[in-house]
């Protein structure tokens, strides 16, 4: 699995006196995972991923090669306009969840 990992550093200045000046420095490693770019979609498609991973999260959103896959029981296909049921989750699904992932969809097609 591909990371990149961002350090940064945030310096915080206090004045607590005249005289006295404290300076705390906090350093922080941003972990960004990779993986979820794909380089065979359009921007618009890698926007619409990328605000569904930001709605449920990178471990339940996946490409399938250019398949956006959510929780493994739905599927976004080309051209990224509608959420199927995988036919094994038929019997399971939440209908609540579904239409949260419609209206996903939904604003991040209007979004870009």
Known sequence: MLRRFITITITITTI???TTITTITITTI????????????????QSIYDKMVL???AKFVKWNDNRIMVLDDYSIDPPYEMVTILPHAVNKVDQSFYN???YTLQGAIKSK
């Open 16 to 18: 607590t006196t005249i």
């Open 30 to 45: 941003i972990t960004i995972n990779i993986i979820g770019i794909n380089h065979n979609v359009s921007d618009k498609v």
């Open 55 to 57: 709605m449920y999260g």
């Open 100 to 102: 949260r992932l419609i």
